[in-house]
């Protein structure tokens, strides 16, 4: 109830100022799907996204700043992600907001483990070389970030419904050396057996493939069954995508590169077989 009390103020004030849901949300910096669901109720909205929207609908009466943001509040618990604001950039922001209402995701990676899936030493490594910029209590805070994703979208009452077709490239790729890629690949290993996760491997025998370009997702919702989100992702974070041809486009290619993928089953024997591989690399360079 106070979702849907919450999001009609909002919409009313919205239309107040002659906005579209698309011209909020561009200035913003959000989806259109994201203004959509706030204005319907669909999902709960922090109280920083609800000051952001009033500053944008030129809303500084405190008697009506006040109590929409305290309606906020008590709708829900602030957004865990809002205490690390001043690490995150609006889309990796808005990233983890829709990964937190998702009901399902469907990655496609060809170059590094995503995010929801990398062990703490891989994701260091990740981390320090995209942003070798940062000093190391950054590094730290962006890493807790990160493992603090994982623990929110696995360890909820509803998991997330994640499926994962890697290249396989990624696994060949000594991302921090033998003993991190050895953990990483233990890691996946355990991943697999999650009820939640399907994880597959897209072999370099496949040859060329639809996804050439680079990695994409795909989130689905469960009160929006047609209200799919596509992203691609960029040196400046992602980019999202919700025309319907984009969402088709994105839908199929994925299923391709399900197709042409090992089984789960065939995935897990190559991934004991790396592990395997790589623990070998650490004894050869112990005994060295």
Same mark, same amino acid.
């Given at each position: ?6 999001? %009609? ?18 200035? +913003? ?45 008590? &709708? ?15 889309? %990796? ?23 929801? +899936?990398?062990?703490?030493? %891989? ?125 088709? &486009? ?10 042409? &993928? ?15 591989? %790589? ?10």
């Amino acid at each position: 109830m106070r979702r849907r009390r919450l999001g %009609y103020e909002l919409r009313q004030l919205r239309e107040a100022t002659g906005k579209t849901g698309e011209e909020a949300a561009s200035a +913003l910096g959000w989806s259109h799907s994201k203004i959509s669901r706030i204005e319907t109720g669909r999902i709960a909205v922090t109280w920083g996204d609800v000051s952001d929207m009033l500053d944008l609908y030129d809303v500084t009466d405190p008697e009506v700043r006040e109590p929409l943001i305290a309606l906020a509040r008590e &709708a829900r618990q602030k957004g865990w992600w809002q205490s690390y604001s001043s690490l995150l950039s609006p889309h %990796y922001a808005t990233h983890i907001g829709l990964e937190a209402a998702a009901e399902s995701l469907r990655i496609f990676e060809p170059l590094t483990v995503p995010g929801l +899936l990398q062990t703490e030493p %891989y994701a260091r490594v990740i981390i320090a070389t995209n942003t070798r910029e940062l000093g190391q209590e950054e590094i730290d805070k962006r890493i807790e970030v990160r493992l603090r994703r994982q623990d929110i979208v696995f360890s909820s009452e509803d998991p997330l419904r994640l499926s994962v077709v890697l290249d396989e490239a990624v696994l060949r790729r000594e991302t921090g050396g033998p003993a991190v890629m050895a953990g990483q690949v233990q890691h996946l290993i355990e991943a697999s057996a999650h009820p939640r996760i399907r994880l597959q491997v897209l072999p370099f025998a496949q040859g060329s493939h639809v996804a050439m370009a680079g990695s994409f997702g795909i989130f689905s919702f469960p009160d929006d069954p047609g209200g799919d989100i596509a992203f691609i992702d960029t040196m400046v974070g992602s980019l999202f995508m919700e025309r319907p041809a984009e969402i088709t &486009a994105a839908r199929e290619a994925y299923d391709e590169l399900s197709a042409q &993928a090992l089984s789960r089953e065939d995935t897990v024997t190559l991934l004991n077989k790396t592990f395997a591989a %790589y623990q070998q690399r650490c004894q050869d360079g112990q005994m060295t």
